[in-house]
């Protein structure tokens, strides 16, 4: 069987990117090109500026990612491009650049979900084996969902008010700390003791829902007393015991999803897939179980677009074609 070849278009927040992947599993190119410098100033990704440095990159991008591949038009099958949810002005850039290439050069074109795009981010690293039990944690998500076959989504647990991601990004922003704040947390939460018990939203006992905006108001508020006592409180210390609150519920849920639907695997996506606390602490909980877990590599687990071709695949294989009315929806279902 001949091989086939997707380019993947990734622009729904603040990095643009592109990527040829082979078969839905090989990374023959992934390029991104990260606008995180230009939004540092205003503590988090401002829209219009996204939308703008997407304009300016697409085709230098595009063109990187096909020549580092080293292939032509000619190899590639189909593009595919993240046409929600994410933020409309960055995302109508990538769409509408793959509309133009569809169109000109007469291939077929599949819109991915974006978070469709983060689970397939480990079939970059290693093949599927179902039922499979998906952990998605990024900037905007925070979801447990059971796949039963490609391309199946069944939702078993999301959050009822901030994303983990989020939640971090918050934090961090209180403490003073540069965007994007996860990374920036858990550095400093290595260093730190878990000193504050900050609590745990287990929610109803049989619910796969996640909560963190509670947390994140007794993080607030501690910060707050302390100021207000004049208390010096040490923002290592605050890291390490949130980010344990955040890692232990991540977990625990998670396990006992994996347990109750008895899945062949275990997968973890999404930006705070790359978080060191919740790496260990899953490797740790799932060492000596029944259930394979597996975790992409970091440089897959933030956006990126190898993830969009890789789920492309997936749906081009099927038989998904989208049109040339395709729109982005900043708040595609998945
Ligand atoms: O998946 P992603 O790149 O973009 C979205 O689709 O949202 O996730 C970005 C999120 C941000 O909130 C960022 O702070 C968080 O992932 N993140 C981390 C780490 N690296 C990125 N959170 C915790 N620890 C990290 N090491
Ligand atoms: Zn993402």
Not at 153 to 181: C, S
Not at 261 to 269: E, P
Request: with cysteine.
């Amino acid at each position: 069987k001949k091989d086939t070849i997707i380019l993947g278009i990734e622009t729904s927040c603040d990095e643009t990117a592109a990527s040829v992947v082979k078969n839905g599993r090989e990374i023959m190119s992934n390029v991104v090109a990260s606008q995180i410098e230009s939004h540092k100033r205003f503590g988090g990704v401002v829209p219009e500026i996204a939308s703008r440095h997407h304009v300016e990159q697409i085709t230098l991008v595009l063109e990187k990612a096909i020549t580092e591949a080293g292939v032509t038009w000619k190899d590639i099958d189909a593009i595919a491009v993240t046409e929600g949810p994410g933020l409309v002005g960055a995302l109508l850039v990538g769409v509408n650049a793959a509309k133009a290439l569809a169109f000109a050069k007469k291939k077929p074109l599949v819109g991915v979900h974006h978070i469709a795009g983060h689970i397939y981010a480990n079939r970059l690293a290693h093949e599927f084996e179902f039922p499979m039990l998906a952990l998605i944690v990024s900037g905007g998500h925070t979801e447990l969902v059971l796949m039963k076959e490609h391309g199946d989504y069944e939702l078993i647990g999301e959050t009822r008010d901030d994303a983990a991601g989020e939640a971090y990004d918050k934090v961090a922003r209180m403490l003073k700390l540069p965007y994007p704040g996860g990374p920036q947390i858990d550095r400093l939460a290595a260093e730190g003791e878990e000193s504050i018990n900050f609590p745990r939203a287990w929610l109803e006992a049989d619910s796969y829902d996640f909560s963190f905006s509670g947390l994140k108001s007794a993080v607030i508020n501690k910060i707050h007393n302390a100021k207000q006592r004049e208390l010096t409180l040490n923002a290592e210390d605050i890291a390490a015991s949130f980010q344990a609150s955040v890692v232990e519920v991540l977990t625990e849920k998670t396990y006992r999803a994996a347990k109750e639907y008895n899945v062949n695997q275990v997968i973890v996506a999404g930006g705070v897939a790359a978080n060191t606390g919740l790496r260990k602490s899953l490797e740790k909980r799932f060492s000596d179980e029944d259930f394979p877990l597996y975790i992409p590599p970091i440089q897959l687990c933030t956006d990126n677009a190898a993830m969009i071709a890789a789920a492309g695949t997936i749906l081009f294989e099927k038989g998904h074609r989208s049109t040339l009315d395709l729109n982005a929806n900043p708040s595609l279902l998945l």
